[in-house]
């Protein structure tokens, strides 16, 4: 079947620390794309890729870093520098279209609990 | 900053009723889509529309969009309990090269 897995579903963290979220798509989509998502609210972009080895800040970039090394994979990475870390983050793909009409596909999602 | 703007932000009815959702966007766009999130899962797209389209129908769902009025509605035909869920709207921005989500419509449909 194929898809976008993120993973870990649930992840804890002390403050200070690093973690890194994996996102893998086999739909072999060029674009893809890291939401987060705090209760009750819309969501917010991070991260998104168009190319592999080339990415684009989102709206709330600090504290996240990605990187873009093969097309199915683009992983999160969440900073010590990142304020309040606490969400449930997002991964999509999606095509690139000559239209701007992206029909996004998400993962499931990655719950992060800062203790 | 949000994009869209959905209205309600809660919404709830009994089985078998209709439920209508707006989105207020902001700037131009060229499409608009919809999206369900069930609770603690990731979003499923449901239906684009483009600007030149200003009524579209999925099944139960039918969206209209009114670009003078920077607005767009979602109606669900019929409700069903399992359609309980968040919905967003989403549209293009930075050139169309990501989507930005609204604030989203909390629905639950009671039996």
């Known amino acids: 079947d194929g898809g976008i897995t993120q993973s870990p579903k649930y992840l804890f963290r002390k403050e200070g620390q690093n973690v890194t979220l994996s996102c893998e798509q086999n739909?072999?989509?060029?674009?893809m794309y890291w939401y987060r998502q705090d209760p009750g609210q819309g969501l917010r972009l991070i991260y998104y890729s168009q190319i592999v080895n080339d990415f684009q800040k989102g709206d709330i970039a600090e504290g996240y870093s990605v990187s873009r090394e093969k097309k199915e994979s683009f992983p999160l990475t969440v900073t010590s520098a990142q304020k309040n870390p606490t969400a449930f983050y997002l991964c999509a793909s999606s095509i690139v279209g000559n239209s701007g009409a992206n029909v996004l596909t998400f993962g499931a999602g990655s719950r992060l609990t800062v203790l | 900053s949000q994009q869209g703007e959905e209205d309600p932000q809660a919404l709830s009815i009994q089985e078998g009723e209709n439920a209508t959702m707006n989105c207020s966007y902001k700037?131009?766009?060229?499409?608009l889509q919809w999206y369900r999130q069930n609770s603690g899962r990731g979003l499923v797209h449901l239906i684009l529309i483009r600007s030149n389209e200003r009524e579209k129908h999925s099944g139960r769902l039918r969206v209209t969009l009114d670009t003078s009025k920077k607005s767009s509605s979602l109606l669900i035909t019929a409700s069903r309990a399992a359609d309980t869920a968040s919905y967003f709207c989403?549209?293009?921005?930075?050139?169309?090269?990501?989507?930005?989500f609204g604030t989203g419509t909390q629905l639950k449909v009671e039996l």
């Open positions: 739909l072999n989509h060029d674009a």
């Open positions: 700037t131009s766009i060229n499409n």
């Open positions: 989403a549209t293009p921005t930075g050139g169309g090269n990501k989507l930005t």
